[in-house]
């Protein structure tokens, strides 16, 4: 139980920020968390739960003072919210975001924060299909991944940031952004957009035909419309801002699969054999 920052502000309250707060009392590692989320509604339901010790009705209100401050909100939003807090900032304070994208995180709120902030920009390998200020819990991040893409920010500020993700429960790494994008676009964008896909074409199917695709939906497909319930604006503006990366991988996405195509209709089971081998000896290579 060592208090790492004095003052913690936490700013939108939806899972990655509430699973936050609850991980930071179990740890005792925030001496006072301050919150804040755009909508009446969120602000009123963490006051409810108990969700940050203070809860303010502006963004540049919660950063005042703080030593952390965490941006959770939607990428699309990150831009409005350091520039609503820039002037509240204090000297020697450190910003941080959570955002499944760096590269466009970087673009948008770099140059927003005042000489002496420190911004090292961070991602956890975390998540659930829920989204709110209810979903979060203090496990959220235990054994994940946080990736932080420093890039020439201070050490010391970048150390620290470093032992307080471990101290929520995560291994941490450090990565080049447009890196952390492609490598993120092949891991989780471009599988939530075929989970998405996969999602739809049972629906469609379901209408034209009538049977009930999702009703007996078996495990694969279950997983699939697990991942397809994820929040669609988090997920939006995911792809709206790793345009680039997630067109790539899609690219080499759509190549492998028109091979696959050709290798059933051609009835060559020798491809299809030695593809899943390959992708198996993967699998257990990973586990
Ligand atoms: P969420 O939808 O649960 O919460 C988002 C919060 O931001 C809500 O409180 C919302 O009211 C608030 N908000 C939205 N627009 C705002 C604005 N303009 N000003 C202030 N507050 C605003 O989302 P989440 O899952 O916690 O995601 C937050 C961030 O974390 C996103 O950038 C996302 O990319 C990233 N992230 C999400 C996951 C995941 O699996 N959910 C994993 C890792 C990182």
């Given at each position: 139980?060592?208090?790492?920052?004095?003052?913690?502000?936490?700013?939108?309250?939806?899972?990655?920020?509430?699973?936050?707060?609850?991980?930071?009392?179990?740890?005792?590692?925030?001496?006072?968390?301050?919150?804040?989320?755009?909508?009446?509604?969120?602000?009123?339901?963490?006051?409810?739960?108990?969700?940050?010790?203070?809860?303010?009705?502006?963004?540049?209100?919660?950063?005042?003072?703080?030593?952390?401050?965490?941006?959770?909100?939607?990428?699309?939003?990150?831009?409005?919210?350091?520039?609503?807090?820039?002037?509240?900032?204090?000297?020697?304070?450190?910003?941080?975001?959570?955002?499944?994208?760096?590269?466009?995180?970087?673009?948008?709120?770099?140059?927003?924060?005042?000489?002496?902030?420190?911004?090292?920009?961070g991602h956890p390998l975390a998540g659930?299909?829920?989204?709110?200020?209810?979903?979060?819990?203090?496990?959220?991040f235990d054994n994940r991944w946080c990736v932080l893409?420093?890039?020439?920010?201070?050490?010391?500020?970048?150390?620290?940031?470093?032992?307080?993700w471990e101290?929520l429960g995560s291994n941490v790494d450090e990565m080049?952004?447009?890196?952390h994008?492609?490598v993120l676009?092949?891991t989780s964008?471009?599988?939530?957009?075929?989970?998405?896909?996969?999602?739809?074409?049972?629906?469609?199917?379901?209408?034209?035909?009538?049977?009930?695709?999702?009703?007996?939906?078996?495990?694969?497909?279950?997983?699939?419309?697990?991942?397809?319930?994820?929040?669609?604006?988090?997920?939006?503006?995911?792809?709206?801002?790793?345009?680039?990366?997630?067109?790539?991988?899609?690219?080499?996405?759509?190549?492998?699969?028109?091979?696959?195509?050709?290798?059933?209709?051609?009835?060559?089971?020798?491809?299809?054999?030695?593809?899943?081998?390959?992708?198996?000896?993967?699998?257990?290579?990973?586990?």
């Amino acid at each position: 139980m060592t208090v790492m920052y004095d003052r913690v502000a936490l700013i939108g309250l939806g899972l990655i920020a509430s699973s936050m707060f609850w991980a930071m009392k179990r740890g005792g590692i925030a001496g006072e968390v301050i919150g804040y989320a755009r909508s009446s509604e969120t602000r009123d339901v963490a006051r409810e739960i108990g969700l940050c010790d203070r809860v303010c009705d502006s963004a540049a209100e919660a950063c005042e003072g703080a030593d952390l401050i965490v941006l959770c909100v939607p990428i699309g939003a990150m831009d409005a919210v350091s520039r609503e807090i820039a002037g509240a900032l204090k000297k020697g304070a450190v910003v941080t975001d959570v955002g499944s994208v760096k590269r466009a995180v970087i673009d948008v709120v770099g140059p927003h924060i005042p000489d002496g902030v420190h911004f090292v920009p961070g991602h956890p390998l975390a998540g659930t299909e829920q989204s709110g200020p209810r979903s979060g819990f203090a496990e959220l991040f235990d054994n994940r991944w946080c990736v932080l893409t420093p890039e020439g920010a201070d050490a010391d500020a970048t150390a620290k940031l470093r032992k307080y993700w471990e101290a929520l429960g995560s291994n941490v790494d450090e990565m080049d952004a447009d890196h952390h994008d492609l490598v993120l676009a092949v891991t989780s964008h471009t599988p939530h957009l075929i989970a998405y896909t996969m999602v739809g074409v049972a629906d469609d199917l379901s209408r034209v035909t009538d049977t009930e695709v999702v009703k007996f939906s078996a495990a694969g497909f279950r997983d699939f419309t697990r991942i397809a319930a994820s929040d669609p604006t988090m997920w939006r503006d995911v792809f709206l801002n790793n345009k680039d990366a997630t067109l790539e991988i899609l690219g080499r996405f759509t190549e492998e699969l028109f091979a696959l195509q050709r290798a059933i209709r051609q009835g060559d089971g020798e491809h299809l054999h030695d593809y899943f081998t390959r992708t198996r000896s993967i699998r257990r290579g990973i586990i």
